[in-house]
């Protein structure tokens, strides 16, 4: 197609006369096409352009689906823009739909949309066609155990631990965590289990420790604690400021005791979920989904609980990926100003 192309017009004058009476070199501006096309053709995504926004969240039982589709029908019926809410299959998946032009917004982790823009860990090239819309609520690393004598990250040296499916966000998250500390996969006995199989392991005394990310209460872990006392692992003040400052999309959480019936609150790190859009969402449509979202959080607390989490100031705090135009216009409306 570029041969093609590229022949075509090297046929044409290596001169044009512009209505100014200006002549300018036309093998300029072949090259500068010609460059600028092959750009575009190495980074594109599909096209975001639609009349209807799809939304692609998460599984059906999950709360990126639930919370989504509250959000999608909200928007449709009061902000003057269609958007449906569609099944996904994690953040991982949702990007490759943004970038396969299969949806125009996707729920996606702060982590897993860093490492697709910059290419690293799950992502072989970075994939820059998407932008941040909002994020809306704190996913918590929790490091689950029953062994009261685990109290700190560094005590699960020697110790069986599940760190999430090979490749998941989970387990990069667990890496990171073990990283700050000095520790690495080889220091541990890894085993790569889902949520509930993680708490099952637990139970039956099969792992010590389990890495689980979501936000807490998570069901896997209150049906843990009704039979058995559990604990969650705490970061320090110390450990917790350098991971921020190597990953800056985690964010500083603490877990109150009462979530678990713990003996004290935990500190941890958490991970946003965030709202994105394909580049070529017209900025008015993007202005009034983000609008209807946090204008009217307060009042929808009882179509979903975490409404009670959104808030304008969370919801401009995303450093690693640049912002939509029309969410940058909306927050700098509320005096945020967001990259």
Do not use: W
């Not at 590229?6 to 009476?21: H, I, R, W, Y």
């Not at 639609?50 to 939304?55: C, D, M, P, T, Y």
């Not at 808030?311 to 029309?326: C, D, Q, W």
């Amino acid at each position: 197609m570029l041969a093609r192309d590229t022949e075509q017009l090297g046929n044409v004058s290596c001169s044009a006369k512009f209505v100014n009476g200006e002549e300018m070199d036309m093998k300029k501006i072949i090259s500068t096409l010609l460059a600028l096309v092959l750009v575009l053709s190495l980074t594109a995504c599909g096209s975001g352009k639609s009349a209807n926004l799809r939304f692609v969240t998460g599984g059906e039982s999950g709360t990126y689906y639930g919370f989504g589709s509250v959000i999608a029908q909200h928007a449709t019926n009061n902000a003057g823009v269609k958007v449906t809410g569609l099944v996904g299959n994690g953040s991982q998946s949702n990007i490759n739909e943004l970038k396969e032009g299969n949806a125009e917004l996707a729920f996606c982790q702060s982590d897993v949309m860093a490492y697709a823009y910059n290419g690293t860990n799950l992502f072989d090239t970075p994939i820059t066609c998407f932008s941040t819309v909002a994020a809306l609520y704190t996913e918590q690393v929790q490091i689950v155990t029953l062994n009261p004598d685990i109290k700190t990250v560094a005590d699960l040296k020697g110790k069986k631990v599940s760190i999430g499916a090979a490749g998941s966000g989970v387990y990069f998250n667990a890496i990171d965590v073990l990283g700050v500390y000095g520790l690495t996969e080889n220091d541990i006995e890894p085993t790569y289990q889902s949520f509930g199989d993680s708490a099952d392991a637990l139970k039956d005394g099969k792992i010590d420790a389990a890495f689980m990310v979501a936000g807490a209460p998570t069901t896997a872990v209150v049906d843990l604690s009704t039979t058995k006392q559990v604990y969650l692992v705490s970061l320090d003040d110390e450990h917790v400021n350098a991971l921020l400052t190597a990953s800056p999309y985690y964010a500083k959480a603490v877990i109150s005791a009462d979530t678990y019936n713990m003996p004290s609150d935990v500190t941890t790190v958490a991970v946003g979920a965030v709202i994105l859009a394909n580049n070529d969402v017209s900025e008015d449509a993007v202005y009034a989904f983000v609008k209807d979202i946090f204008e009217n959080a307060a009042s929808l607390t009882d179509s979903h609980a975490k409404y009670a989490e959104v808030n304008l100031e969370y919801g401009a705090s995303i450093k690693s990926v640049p912002y939509h135009p029309g969410a940058a216009k909306y927050f700098a409306e509320k005096g945020f100003k967001v990259k």
